[in-house]
T-cell receptor
Framework: ELKVEQNPLFLSMQEGKNYTIYCNYS?????LYWYRQDPGKSLESLFV?????AVKQEGRLMASLDTKARLSTLHITAAVHDLSATYFC??????FGTGTRLTIIP | EAQVTQNPRYLITVTGKKLTVTCSQN?????MSWYRQDPGLGLRQIYY???????DKGDVPEGYKVSRKEKRNFPLILESPSPNQTSLYFC??????????FGPGTRLTVT
């Protein structure tokens, strides 16, 4: 059974700080997806990581993939309030975990 | 514009009355999937389809049916809805290499 687990589930951090969200998946997946969801909205694609060692960056967000460890990370640099949202990672079958609800405090 | 559309966006119905939520994509994507989202439970996959006439169960398929007769359409059917199927439903599609797109969501209430 494909399982995707994220941690932490909830994250409250101050503006300007750095932090990392972790995504573990239980069986082999050759790609990993990251999405963002704002309250009351649908999911928006952030990153598609297609191979081992892939790293992608967009603004203050950087995602990486280690297929051997079955681990992906989403790193937030110098957080700003606009990044407050719920972040989901998903495997190639678009199976998702429970998400990480991120709150940035001024 | 590349998009996934769902209809209806909001639906209030009664227990036992069959309903269909439609999902359509215009990106020629092979893969499509249905989810329900409930507070504190994340996104739970109901069914997915790898291509036309190829479907498989996700984590919570009970009480739902799907079909994939055409590549662009992937309807979700509730033969006899019950109150525990009250939820927010999302459809998604993705191609072989690119990212996935989500529909806007359908908020279903079963009384």
């Amino acid at each position: 059974e494909l399982k995707v687990e994220q941690n932490p589930l909830f994250l409250s951090m101050q503006e300007g700080k750095n932090y990392t969200i972790y995504c573990n998946y239980s069986t082999t997946s050759d790609r990993l997806y990251w999405y963002r969801q704002d309250p009351g909205k649908s999911l928006e694609s952030l990153f598609v990581l297609l191979s081992n060692g892939a790293v992608k960056q967009e603004g203050r967000l950087m995602a990486s993939l280690d297929t051997k460890a079955r681990l992906s990370t989403l790193h937030i640099t110098a957080a700003v309030h606009d990044l407050s949202a719920t972040y989901f990672c998903g495997n190639e079958k678009l199976t998702f975990g429970t998400g990480t609800r991120l709150t940035i405090i001024p | 514009e590349a998009q996934v559309t769902q209809n209806p966006r909001y639906l209030i119905t009664v227990t036992g009355k069959k309903l269909t939520v439609t999902c359509s994509q215009n990106m020629n994507h092979e893969y499509m999937s249905w989810y329900r989202q409930d507070p504190g439970l994340g996104l739970r996959q109901i069914y997915y389809s790898m291509n036309v006439e190829v479907t498989d169960k996700g984590d919570v398929p009970e009480g739902y049916k799907v079909s994939r007769k055409e590549k662009r359409n992937f309807p979700l059917i509730l033969e006899s809805p019950s109150p525990n199927q009250t939820s927010l439903y999302f459809c998604a599609s993705r191609g072989l290499a690119g990212g996935g797109e989500f529909g806007p969501g359908t908020r279903l209430t079963v009384t």
